[in-house]
């Protein structure tokens, strides 16, 4: 028996519940076994707990459209998810951030500069906004729905050297 192949067979059981013939009959007796879809909704539900914990924003705005749940699901099958919760929620904003939906992108870029630049981080990070963020940011800090909002690019700079760590200007005023 390999351990080390054993483990990474029930981990990728346990990320996406199918897993090629493996020949090893502990394997595929766990692969057909109904408490494995018990561990995954287990794993899933403690990784939205994590997420919605300390990716407020984003959380609230896929929730809000109703992503949610999908995002979790793709999110713990695609990464490699770290037992760390700081670790795991840079993870998930990395991944929103490459979101194909600018608005879910534009506000886990804030959030994971800002959390980076709270931490001490000297760089200087540039979001690009499909629309003004200031009254995105202020909906979802108070669980308010977003109304539609006008498509004007806005750039948002985050930065220990600003004053209140954030500048947003529209970008034909920049």
């Not at 995002?71 to 670790?87: G, K, L, M, N, Q």
Request: charged share 25%; net charge negative.
């Amino acid at each position: 028996m390999d351990l080390a192949r054993q483990q990474r067979d029930l981990l990728e059981l346990i990320k996406s519940g199918t897993l090629r013939r493996t020949g090893d009959p502990y394997i595929e007796k766990v692969a057909h076994s109904p408490h494995l879809a018990v561990l995954r909704d287990v794993v899933l539900s403690w990784r939205a707990f994590d997420v919605e914990r300390t990716c407020r924003l984003t959380s609230a705005l896929l929730q809000q459209r109703g992503w949610f749940d999908d995002a979790i699901r793709f999110f713990a099958a695609t990464a490699d998810i770290s037992p760390f919760v700081e670790r795991l929620r840079d993870t998930f904003l990395e991944q929103m951030a490459a979101n194909a939906d600018p608005l879910v992108a534009a506000v886990a870029q804030f959030e994971l500069y800002l959390i980076k630049v709270k931490l001490g981080d000297p760089g200087e990070y540039t979001v690009e906004w499909p629309t003004d963020p200031r009254p995105v940011l202020m909906a979802l800090d108070e669980g308010r729905s977003l109304e539609p909002l006008p498509a004007v690019t806005h750039q948002m700079s985050i930065s220990q050297c600003l004053p209140g760590l954030v500048r947003v200007c529209e970008v034909t005023k920049c």
